[in-house]
């Protein structure tokens, strides 16, 4: 058990729809990281927070936002949903940031199927 | 786009064998990390080297950095069936982590 929690673990939705993707990460740990892992597209990195604030962007959709609140906490959300949406999402926490010598310690998932 | 990857795509050897694995990257790093993930499940750190270091080891893992030829190597001697996974490279240039494109390395008993 990595520490970091993923809720739900799986979604199930429909073209068009909206979800949000809930992840709490370690106790202490900062940064809070968002992928996306799927088929073709492997393991990509979406978008980084550390204390509250946006770090970094990777290749995130402008369908998709996140935010990190005060209790440092995290959100996902994907509106307009399409079916290449369908995916694992991952969300990690670290202590610091990325580029300080940190690993990044993963939650289990949430499988969201776009149907 | 992927930063690192790794070849080869897929390995199978016999329990006992040693599993090597490598990594190439594009761009200057400040250290490198391998992470395991089991089917479907999140990703787990095995271990991190710093750009100013060749090799690191762990238990039954050896990881080698080569900065000139921007590859690192990830071993695993004496595997078990439980190694089988799939491995991933992790190159950390700026705030972000970019993860290659894996190995899924299955150990047979």
């Known amino acids: 058990d990595s520490g970091v929690t993923q809720t739900p673990k799986h979604l199930i939705t429909a073209t068009g729809q909206r979800v949000t993707l809930r992840c709490s990460p370690r106790?202490?740990?900062?940064?809070v990281y968002w992928y996306q892992q799927s088929l073709d597209q492997g393991l990509q990195f979406l978008i980084q927070?550390?204390?509250?604030?946006?770090?970094a962007k990777g290749n995130i959709l402008e369908r998709f936002s996140a935010q990190q609140f005060p209790d440092l906490h995290s959100e996902l959300n994907l509106s307009s949903l399409e079916l290449g949406d369908s995916a694992l999402y991952f969300c990690?926490?670290?202590?610091?940031?990325?580029?300080?010598?940190?690993?990044?310690?993963f939650g289990p998932g949430t499988r969201l199927t776009v149907l | 786009s992927q930063q690192g990857e790794e070849d080869p795509q897929a390995l199978s050897i016999q329990e006992g064998e040693n599993a090597t694995m490598n990594c190439s990257y594009k761009?200057?790093?400040?250290?490198l990390q391998w992470y395991r993930q089991n089917s479907g499940r999140g990703l787990v750190h095995l271990i991190l080297?710093?750009?100013?270091?060749r090799e690191k080891h762990s238990g039954r893992l050896r990881v080698t950095l080569d900065t000139s030829k921007k590859s690192s190597s990830l071993l695993i001697t004496a595997s078990r069936a439980a190694d089988t996974a799939s491995y991933f490279c992790?190159?950390?240039?700026?705030?972000?982590?970019?993860f290659g494109t894996g190995t899924r390395l299955q150990v047979f008993p």
């Open positions: 927070y550390y204390n509250g604030e946006e770090r």
């Open positions: 080297i710093r750009s100013n270091e």
């Open positions: 990690a926490s670290s202590v610091g940031l990325a580029g300080v010598y940190n690993e990044q310690f």
């Open positions: 761009t200057s790093i400040n250290n």
């Open positions: 992790a190159t950390d240039a700026t705030d972000k982590l970019i």
């Open positions: 106790s202490g740990d900062l940064s």
